[in-house]
């Protein structure tokens, strides 16, 4: 009776210790960071489809957490810090509520406009230089299977996948990468958006491949996005998949591990 006893209170041990496992992990991914893996490429060559990462969600505050207890010293959103521009942020898509990536363009009360696929930031232009080509193989990419967009087409499947690349500079200095598909194409040509108080303005580094704030809701793009929708900043690239599923470790990328997201 007594090895029954404590063979049973081994296993009653083992299950409170996965149960609490269970219950930290839920915590931290709640409070802390989020995984997100990169589903398109419309924030190429900063993100890659296949790229696996966590979203700091410490950075702007708890988002949408609701304690459950009454004694609970944080409910709702605490805003650590604002967001600034530059920062790669996931957020929740205003309309259906999916999860986007994107860079922080305009911050409220900005004005943003898109002159000759040259960006525009309360008037003041957003320079680019010429930093050479974006190449890729043109084959289907990421568990959708979706062949790149190629400047140079058209490319046949297994051919080299070409865009111009470019480095943006903000007026505050920072830089970034982006890349060009089409000359003077859709977005490449906008109104002077103003940004509504509490809002956000977000574009995508591929700049003709992304469907982000210079497009309208009600014609299936972003528009400007609340701040209670951010979920959290992208800061580093935990590891990278080129293959239909990030469980293909054969098809990792060695240059994208703990990569960080500038």
């Known amino acids: 009776m007594a090895s029954k006893a404590k063979s049973d209170g081994g296993i009653l041990e083992t299950v409170k210790t996965v149960v609490y496992a269970l219950l930290i992990a839920g915590i931290f991914r709640t409070l802390f ?26 950075a702007y505050g708890y988002s949408r957490f609701s304690c459950p207890f009454s004694a609970c010293p944080f409910s709702g959103r605490l805003l650590f810090s604002e967001p600034k ?32 696929g040259v960006l525009y930031l309360n008037g003041v232009e957003a320079p680019q230089v010429s930093n050479g080509v974006f190449t890729e193989t043109n084959e ?26 470019f480095t943006e500079t903000f007026p505050e200095g920072t830089s970034h990468q982006v890349l060009n598909i089409d000359t003077n194409g859709y977005g490449d040509n906008t109104d002077v958006f ?39 900043r992208a800061d580093r690239i935990m590891f990278s998949s080129a293959g239909a599923s ?17």
């Open 33 to 58: 960071f989020q995984p997100f893996w990169i589903p398109s490429g419309s924030m190429k060559e900063t993100l890659l489809i296949g790229d696996f990462l966590f979203v700091n969600k410490m």
């Open 85 to 116: 521009r530059g920062d790669v942020v996931v957020f929740k898509h205003p309309v259906n509520g999916s999860d986007f990536i994107k860079r922080l363009i305009g911050l409220p009360g900005d004005t943003v406009q898109i002159r000759q």
């Open 140 to 165: 289907p990419q990421g568990p959708m299977g979706s062949p790149p967009r190629c400047q140079n087409a058209p490319v046949g499947v297994g051919g080299q996948c070409t865009k111009e690349r």
């Open 194 to 232: 103003t940004v509504p108080q509490g809002q956000y303005f977000f574009m995508g580094d591929n700049r003709d491949n992304s469907q982000d704030s210079r497009y309208g809701q009600s014609v299936g793009g972003v528009g400007f996005v609340p701040a209670d929708h951010l979920i959290g």
């Open 246 to 262: 990030m469980l293909y470790f054969w098809t990792w990328r060695s240059d994208r591990f703990f990569k960080a997201v500038e």
